[in-house]
């Protein structure tokens, strides 16, 4: 039993029908607050004139902006990995209070060295906070490998250091993004107004 559950595989997460149709509305929502301008690119309101006799649109339209925050959960990140690359059965990841937890899964091929055909495992916990009332951080946690996690010395001293925020002291990461808030089961992405 111990055998089978450290082998055990990672099985991939396939989004049902009504998942994959919510998912696939906050992808277009996220790709339509991209839009390009330059000399190739089609004004996004460029319009034809008039024929004749056509009746001429008022000139004040309504508009509606956007929402300023996008909520992906733990389920459609997952999902979105098992359908955009091969890692949806090698890898999963899995959100807690402001961390990060990811599982890997990878099949040692039988021509390796040494465990050949076995699967080599390993998990890792990254803290992670953008934005908000503190200073931004970005903290590896911890790796374990077979069962060992790994000292800071073999990772290059970077183990519990805060990555983000020594780097960047008080500048914002990325213009216009507000905050990145991880909780448990979903991504909180907020952008600027």
């Known amino acids: 039993i111990t ?70 959960t733990e389920r459609e990140i997952n999902g979105l990995l098992n359908k955009n690359t091969d890692l949806g059965n090698k890898v999963r990841l899995e959100f807690a209070k402001d961390a990060v937890n990811a599982y890997m899964a990878i099949p040692i091929p039988e021509d390796f060295p040494i465990g050949a055909g076995t699967t080599f495992r390993m998990r890792g916990r990254f803290r992670i906070s953008i934005g908000g009332e503190g200073r931004p951080y970005a903290v590896l946690e911890d790796i374990t490998i077979f069962g060992l996690s790994l000292p800071k010395e073999w990772l290059g001293g970077i183990k519990g250091e ?32």
């Open 3 to 72: 055998f089978w559950w450290i082998q055990r595989p990672i099985r991939p997460v396939v989004l049902s029908a009504q998942e994959n149709a919510t998912l696939e509305t906050k992808v277009k929502e996220l790709e339509s607050r991209t839009i390009p301008i330059g000399p190739d690119s089609t004004p996004p309101f460029h319009s034809a004139p008039a024929a004749a006799g056509t009746p001429i649109p008022p000139a004040d339209r309504p508009y509606i902006p956007g929402s300023t925050t996008i909520k992906l």
């Open 162 to 193: 805060n990555l983000l925020g020594d780097a960047l002291g008080e500048k914002p990461i990325i213009q216009g993004i507000m905050s990145l808030k991880v909780e448990p089961g979903a991504l909180i992405l907020e952008v600027g107004e």
